[in-house]
């Protein structure tokens, strides 16, 4: 099946710094890609709907300065958290969009665990 | 609203069967998918309907009502390492997965 990576998959950092997190599709071309947010024992929480060369859509009560995202090709699109403080220590999870035939799948990135200090 | 219901959690013993269910309301459908998710990994695809009926693919299987707005995960033969949650998604009228808390199963041996 596709496969999505990411990189990196797990970030410790400092109050006050910046992340950025890489997703790729390896075997396909995904024009869109989503970021996922997942807290502890909690539901996956779509975070932004990221368009090869356009801007992201991103999902009510997300702040888009805070993460930003780029859609730079039709295999990789970017999420930094920016100015990243402890309440952003989560699971991160990127997915692409593969369409074949008919049939539209979302494939996840294996995800990548941030804990900010 | 848009809404998916499936069970929190759910109990089976190794080498039986469950079934897990999913009922859902959204506006538009454009398929319905099960994931699987370990603890402490990303969802990995399992399955996806689209038109009525049963869909098998090994010790898994789904089926689709879409008049009833219900679908099940049949799981055969269980193991230990089938232990995690399963998440049911529905694709809506906008081509976005809306997405279930997830059903968490515990196999015992």
């Known amino acids: 099946g596709a496969v999505v990576s990411q990189h990196p998959s797990w970030v410790i950092c400092k109050s006050g710094t910046s992340v950025k997190i890489e997703c790729r599709s390896l075997?396909?071309?995904?024009?869109?890609m989503f970021w996922y947010r997942q807290f502890p024992k909690q539901s996956l929480m779509l975070m932004a709907t990221s368009n090869e060369g356009s801007k992201a859509t991103y999902e009510q009560g997300v702040e888009k300065d805070k993460f930003l995202i780029n859609h730079a090709s039709l295999t990789l699109s970017t999420l930094t958290v920016t100015s990243a403080h402890p309440e952003d220590s989560s699971f991160y999870i990127c997915s692409a969009r593969s369409l074949s035939g008919s049939q539209e799948t979302q494939y996840f990135g294996p995800g990548t665990r941030l804990l900010v200090l | 609203g848009q809404n998916i219901d499936q069970p929190t959690e759910m109990t089976a013993t190794e080498g039986a069967i469950v079934q897990i269910n999913c009922t859902y309301q959204?506006?538009?459908?454009?398929?319905l998918f099960w994931y699987q998710q370990h603890a402490g990994e990303a969802p990995t695809f399992l399955s996806y309907n689209v038109l009525d009926g049963l869909e098998e693919k090994g010790r898994f299987s789904s089926f689709l009502s879409r008049s009833k707005g219900y679908s099940y995960l049949l799981l055969k033969e269980l193991q230990m390492k089938d232990s995690a949650s399963y998440l049911c998604?529905?694709?809506?009228?906008?081509?976005?997965?809306?997405w279930g808390a997830g059903t968490k199963l515990i196999i015992k041996p």
């Open positions: 959204t506006s538009g459908f454009n398929g």
């Open positions: 075997d396909f071309q995904a024009t869109t």
């Open positions: 998604a529905v694709m809506d009228s906008n081509y976005q997965l809306i």
